[in-house]
């Protein structure tokens, strides 16, 4: 067995936490302020872990090459918006980690799905960046190319996310696992 943690955090304060062995979840009933990010450790790095952070998300298996990962909760500040309407709002939130067993690893699946993928640098993989993102716009970002979602009649407000190039002849994006496959 596994000690595996989840904590709601702000700045450095703890908001709530759960802690038990191989699985955990957090039920928060509040509305999270800009800054909330969860929080998951695992007590053995490297792992593979199941996360359900939001309900309106699907879960996604990643994989934390280090002990502690943070997920930034993402607040709607731009005109359009990666997500499905109500995620991460209101004030009955369910959130959920636990270790993967063995079959989960070894079945068939989409290795680059990660619907919690951030923008920024993590310790959870798979992990996707680019040298070109349309306008810094999270609608835009390369990590809405590993979401799961596959609308492609448009381009923009969820379920139309996408990586927007920015017209750049020479975009790139790099998929990083956090590990060698072999």
């Not at 067995?1 to 908001?15: A, E, F, W």
């Not at 990643?62 to 209101?90: C, H, S, V």
């Not at 960046?129 to 970002?141: D, L």
Request: net charge negative; with cysteine; aromatic share 14%.
């Amino acid at each position: 067995m596994t000690k595996i943690t989840l904590q709601l955090m702000n700045d450095t304060s703890v908001l709530a936490e759960a802690c038990a062995d191989d699985k955990t979840y957090l039920a928060y009933q509040s509305q999270y302020a800009l800054g909330n990010y969860y929080r998951v450790r695992i007590r053995n790095a490297p792992a593979y872990v199941w996360v359900q952070l939001d309900a309106s998300l699907a879960p996604s298996l990643i994989y934390m090459n280090q002990p502690t990962w943070d997920f930034k909760i993402p607040f709607n500040t731009q005109r359009e918006w990666p997500y499905p309407d109500g995620a991460f709002l209101g004030k009955r939130h369910y959130a959920w980690v636990r270790l993967a067993n063995e079959d989960e690893l070894t079945v068939s699946r989409n290795l680059a799905l990660n619907t919690y993928d951030q923008h920024e640098e993590t310790t959870a993989y798979p992990h996707i960046s680019a040298n070109a993102e349309t306008r810094n716009e999270t609608v835009f970002y390369a990590k809405n190319a590993i979401d799961g979602v596959i609308a492609n009649e448009k381009h923009g407000s969820y379920p139309f996310q996408s990586w927007g190039i920015a017209g750049r002849a020479d975009a790139e994006l790099m998929l990083d696992f956090g590990r060698l496959l072999i």
